[in-house]
């Protein structure tokens, strides 16, 4: 495997369910993202971790529980969701989670969920 | 505070057509400036980054310049494909507060490609 992956690539969920999101970088980069995609509204930037500590939240809701065991692997725990977290839930890395402006960002494919 | 603006889309174009989809942006500093890609069912894959005031970025016959005086980053193809049809997200770096590596993204504009 190259790149970034993420598992599942798609996932129904009911509203009282746990599950979790797994994205695996194998490019040697220190910082992972996740990204909210929804129709219509620009992506959201979740969280960001840098060197497996994390630097950012971007005031998500505690539903949404990220966890970064290691520079490779990021995990983002699902519990008791709304259907208005529905989205594409997208994870990204890049070499370093600090701002420089020459950083890339390079994406996976996406989670698509569905909370019902 | 930062922002990206795109066209609205979507941009309807026949094979071979010239497109360009338009972006502006406002910035404190000296944001780098990405065009990424997103086809159907897939992730945002990076097209071109510019990452200095009259820098060009290219790729796959797409084309950007990075505007400072407009503060633009439009971006082009003289001739576009069925295969070019995707969603267009433009995005800069987010360099205020110092710490971390931000993107903040346009609304993104779907362009279809009809042969």
């Known amino acids: 495997e190259t790149g970034v992956t993420q598992t599942p690539r798609h996932l129904v969920m009911g509203m009282t369910n746990k599950k979790s999101l797994k994205c695996e970088q194998h490019l040697g980069h220190n910082a992972m993202y996740w990204y909210k995609q929804s129709a219509k509204k620009p992506l959201e930037l979740m969280f960001v971790y840098n060197f497996k500590e994390q630097t950012e939240n971007n005031s998500v809701p505690s539903r949404f529980s990220p966890e970064c065991p290691n520079s490779s692997h990021l995990f983002l725990h699902l519990h008791t969701l709304q259907p208005e977290d529905s989205a594409l839930y997208l994870c990204a890395s890049s070499l370093s989670g600090l701002a420089g402006g020459q950083d890339t960002q390079y994406f996976g494919p996406g989670t698509r969920l569905t909370v019902l | 505070g930062n922002s990206v603006t795109q066209m609205e889309g979507p941009v309807t174009l026949s094979e071979e057509a010239f497109l360009t989809i338009n972006c502006t942006y406002t910035?404190?500093?000296?944001?780098?400036l990405f065009w990424y890609v997103q086809y159907p069912g897939e992730g945002l894959q990076l097209l071109l980054k510019?990452?200095?005031?009259?820098d060009k970025g290219s790729n796959k016959g797409f084309e950007a310049t990075y505007r400072k005086e407009t503060t633009s980053f439009h971006l082009e193809k003289g001739s576009v494909q069925v295969s070019d049809s995707a969603v267009y997200f433009c995005?800069?770096?987010?360099?205020?507060?110092?710490?971390?590596?931000?993107?903040?993204f346009g609304t993104g504009t779907l362009l279809a490609v009809q042969p």
């Open positions: 510019a990452t200095k005031a009259d």
């Open positions: 910035a404190t500093g000296y944001p780098s």
């Open positions: 995005a800069l770096s987010d360099l205020r507060g110092g710490a971390t590596n931000k993107l903040i």
